[in-house]
T-cell receptor, first 114, second 113 residues
């Protein structure tokens, strides 16, 4: 069974540009979660999608947005990039409303803003 | 919302010594509890979880954690650590009635040869 896949693995952008990160969940998982892991700041919750809808959002500005497609894959967009957006972005998936299964994480996209 | 506290941000320990990584959570409802491990430049991997039943849960690589409801804790322990255990460890909580996770800030375990 394929795990959670994220692309690209590394992304270098210039300040002010836009970045698009992609995530494919495990087959059968309908929930996708995005986290930002900046150096020394632990995991910061960004967004939760389930069945194509945004279910919850963390404390991030509106330039962080995303969507979930009918096949449950997801895209995270970061507009007007700032230097402090440099971080590892992790995607996780789970069954909908099945917290006891835990999240399965991808290996992340390392975004560097220069 | 839940809150998860990992009191120790960094834990250095000598090889073959025991270690305990602490995790406390705040909740007035029933929860599921998890420990995840993150090796350098990788995503998070599930290490072990408590759902119900026996309060002591074990992983395949020698870690164990004990759920203590009265102290709202879920500390992770290993009696003898190896160099390969060097990693970041995250405690997480999920409400039984929901599925969003709340993560602690992580504990960096460094095993010293």
């Amino acid at each position: 069974e394929a795990g959670v896949t994220q692309s690209p693995t590394h992304l270098i952008k210039t300040r002010g540009q836009q970045a698009t990160l992609r995530c494919s969940p495990i087959s059968g998982h309908t929930s996708v979660y995005w986290y930002q892991q900046a150096l020394g700041l632990g995991l910061q919750f960004l967004l939760w999608y389930d069945e194509g809808e945004e279910r919850n959002r963390g404390n991030f500005p509106p330039r962080f947005s995303g969507r979930q497609f009918p096949n449950y894959s997801s895209e995270l967009n970061v507009n007007a990039l700032e230097l402090e957006d440099s971080a590892l972005y992790l995607c996780a998936s789970s069954f909908s409303n099945r917290g006891n299964y835990g999240y399965t994480f991808g290996s992340g996209t390392r975004l560097t803003v220069v | 919302a839940q809150s998860v506290t990992q009191l120790d941000s960094q834990v250095p320990v000598f090889e073959e010594a025991p270690v305990e990584l602490r995790c406390n959570y705040s909740s007035s409802v029933s929860v599921y509890l998890f420990w995840y491990v993150q090796y350098p430049n990788q995503g998070l991997q599930l290490l072990l979880k408590y759902l119900s039943g026996s309060t002591l849960v074990e992983s395949i690589n020698g870690f164990e954690a004990e759920f203590n409801k009265s102290q709202t804790s879920f500390h992770l322990r290993k009696p003898s650590v190896h160099i390969s255990d060097t990693a970041e460890y995250f405690c997480a909580v999920s409400e039984v009635s929901g599925n969003q996770f709340y993560f602690g800030t992580g504990t960096s375990l460094t095993v010293i040869p």
